[in-house]
């Protein structure tokens, strides 16, 4: 110990930072690698300081670099110690070569050299585990690649741990991009892309897909980014894959051969649970449709349940990334509504559930299912009631009335998520029934039931904003609302106030919402923003959200607020502040901000020439490339509204209806409404402008 901590004290701590501050508390956790009560904290405290979320490098970092590698290769510090250290230091190493270069300590690229030659002798650690590690550290030395090349590919056959096996594989394909560009197989580019080839035809299916996997991070040249295939991954982690590459035919041959002549188990052992392994199998074939439908259906019919979701998780994966998956894989994702695993049952139902009118096949299966004598599991059948509702179905109505009315079992949240991936968190109350406001006549009792009992916050929150969906269909629940002015709830209550409209405005003294605005609620620092364009909308008077929102029209945050605010206004109210507004609208050329700026100008002045550019120019990236989010949507949602005019927009909104590639961010329940509200959009705003030109 005593050597490992040589020169520790001689290092100017207070003068390095790491994410909370000074390094000066970092040689305590150095020391504390060596007792073994505090071995396991210190390991996770150099993370979360010396590395923290990444994005950069710390000047602390290539100080602690060589303890922080010392004790690594200490067979004194426990086992799982030492492999979450060989996790910070590859974190480490990753962030360096991935941020942007200003925000990387300079005195980084001479201590991680140093680094690499001590992991290079690290390779022959007597742990497996830690031999695994030190080979997914070595991914990222792209400065030495031809070296650690050569080393991993020795390594490899000598060793006899299957797991840093396939460790040793994957950390080849990483770097071999970053090796030498000389043609030929005597270079170690071409030597490691031979052996990784050669692999593919292994005896070992866990070897024959990691190799596959392998080639596809080594042919595009391109590591991968931040949050995708190419980052650190903890021991253990199955790795994701990436891009189809050049001979994406081949691969998804060796990969189909695999799946269809082993069990599921052999493709990643030791790698956790079987459910992620067949995702990322699946995950290995690329765009082969045909293969990926067949290998789902046989999968699904595998008697491992586990395995059976895994399958269900690609399948949904595909879904939400290609238009033409449905016809291929819907219907397999459908026969899993009667899988005897009551999750599996329900992963199926929100399949369908997102996947919308492309369901409607199924909606007598999912209406079956959310009888009193259908599905038995709850959760399975809230999510067939949102798949009916996505439907347009009225068969969703009864069982949502039953719930509403059955007290605290409703089987909804009151809020909603937004997590990307497949948790099969609770869908929101909104989000179900946001779009059944022509059903509010036998809705509306229970939901007012519940409101006046409410007994939190949230659920009133939660009712309000449904209500404020449904806007003038949910006038009966004035008595309600109301009630609600006085309480915590009152932000919400006045946004479904101001929804329904008239009604709402006649029933509601203006004197009383003024008393509000002078006393919004304690702790909601959005409060007077939305109450004061809710007073707005109720009662015509605009002053008080003028005098709070106009200020932040030239300031840094906040001004897309004012800005929507002078949009609502039109030509009466917002025409004083047009060459404001014209001064913003190239400030920004994607996001909310030229939507909103294109929104209030043509509002206001009726002239869409000087705004369409503008419009025209946020979507097209989004049209090349995909990726389109809620501002994108928008956007195509108000180039509709303005006919002919918007006809500059034509080969953008062409783009993405004439894709395969859903234009949205893939692998969320979102992806496909999203996509298909944009779709939808996109055609509206054909027609309108096809139909201008005809006028």
């Given amino acids: 110990m005593n050597d490992a901590l040589a020169g520790l004290d001689a290092v100017d701590w207070p003068a390095l930072k790491h994410a909370y501050g000074t390094a000066e508390d970092v040689p305590g956790m150095l020391r504390d690698l060596y007792r073994p009560a505090k071995a396991a904290q210190a390991a996770d405290d150099l993370l979360t300081h010396v590395h923290h979320q990444g994005g950069g490098v710390y000047s602390s970092a290539p100080a602690a670099l060589p303890y922080v590698i010392a004790a690594a290769a200490d067979p004194a510090v426990a086992a799982d110690v030492r492999a979450e250290l060989l996790y910070l230091v590859r974190a480490l190493a990753d962030a360096a070569n991935t941020a942007e270069p200003h925000f990387v300590t300079p005195a980084w ?27 997914g550290a070595l991914a990222e030395a792209h400065h030495r690649a031809d070296e650690v090349l050569a080393a991993l590919r020795a390594r490899w056959t000598v060793e ?111 790698s956790g649970p079987i459910g992620p392994t067949v995702v990322w199998a699946l995950g290995l074939l690329g765009d082969d449709l045909a293969a990926l439908a067949v290998a789902i259906r046989r ?55 997102m996947c919308g009118h492309a369901a409607r096949p199924w909606a007598d299966a999912l209406a079956a299912m959310v009888t009193d004598e259908g599905e038995p599991y709850f959760a399975a059948q809230s999510h067939a009631v949102w798949a009916l509702s996505r439907l347009g179905d009225v068969r969703c109505v009864a069982p949502l009335v039953r719930r509403l009315a059955a007290g605290a079992r409703l089987g909804f949240a009151y809020h909603a998520s937004y997590a990307d991936g497949w948790w099969t968190y609770e869908l929101s109350l909104t989000e179900v029934a946001g779009g059944l406001g022509a059903h509010a006549d036998v809705l509306l009792p229970p939901l007012r039931a519940r409101l006046a009992a409410a007994s939190t916050l949230g659920e009133r929150r939660g009712i309000c904003q449904l209500l404020e969906a449904w806007g003038a269909s949910a006038a009966p629940a004035l008595p309600e609302l109301l009630g609600l002015l006085d ?80 949009g609502e206004l039109g030509p009466a109210g917002g025409a004083p502040y047009v060459e ?94 999203e996509d298909d509200e944009l779709c939808d959009a996109a055609r509206a705003a054909l027609l309108t402008i096809s139909a201008g030109r005809k006028a």
């Fill in 160 to 270: 006899p741990a299957p797991a840093t096996r396939l460790r040793l594989i994957e950390s080849v394909g990483l770097l071999t991009a970053h090796a030498t560009a000389q043609r030929g197989a005597s270079s170690q580019r071409g030597a490691s892309l031979a052996w990784l080839r050669e692999l593919t035809g292994d005896a070992e299916p866990s070897v024959r897909l990691t190799a596959v996997e392998a080639l596809r991070h080594a042919l595009p040249g391109q590591p991968g980014k931040p949050g995708q295939p190419g980052q650190p991954v903890r021991p253990g982690q199955p790795m994701q894959p990436m891009q189809p590459m050049q001979d994406d035919a081949a691969a998804a041959r060796t990969v189909s051969d695999v799946l269809s002549g082993s069990e599921p188990e052999t493709w990643r052992p030791g």
């Fill in 487 to 566: 309480s915590d709830a009152a932000v919400w209550a006045l946004d479904a106030l101001a929804a329904i409209g008239p009604a709402a405005a006649e029933a509601v003294p203006a004197e009383r919402l003024r008393a509000l605005l002078d006393a919004p609620p304690e702790g909601q620092a959005f409060a007077p923003h939305s109450m004061t364009v809710a007073y707005g909308r109720l009662t015509g008077d605009w002053e008080p959200a003028l005098a709070l929102l106009l200020p932040q029209l030239d300031g840094p945050y906040g001004r897309e607020g004012a800005i929507a605010l002078l």
């Fill in 580 to 673: 404001r507004l014209r001064a913003l609208l190239p400030v920004h050329t994607v996001g909310w901000l030229p939507l909103r700026v294109g929104e209030a100008l043509w509002r206001i002045t009726g002239r869409a020439d000087e705004v369409v550019p503008a419009l025209v120019g946020a979507i097209t990236p989004f049209a090349e490339r995909g990726g389109a989010y809620r501002a994108a949507i928008e956007t195509v949602k108000l180039l509709a509204e303005m006919g002919a005019d918007a006809a500059p927009a034509e080969p953008a909104l062409r783009a993405f209806l004439n894709t395969d590639e859903r234009a949205v961010r893939h692998g969320t329940w979102r992806s496909v409404p």
């Fill in 299 to 353: 999968l699904l019919g595998h008697p491992d349940p586990s395995v059976r979701a895994g399958a269900l998780k690609a399948a949904a994966q595909m879904l939400s990334r290609r238009r033409s998956a449905v016809p291929e894989l819907l219907p397999a994702v459908a026969g899993s509504l009667s899988d005897p695993e009551p999750d599996n049952r329900l992963f199926a139902a929100r399949v369908l559930g």
């Fill in 109 to 135: 690229p001479p201590a991680w050299d140093l680094a690499v030659g001590e992991l290079l002798r690290l390779l022959d650690d007597p742990g497996a585990a830690n031999r695994a590690a030190v080979a």
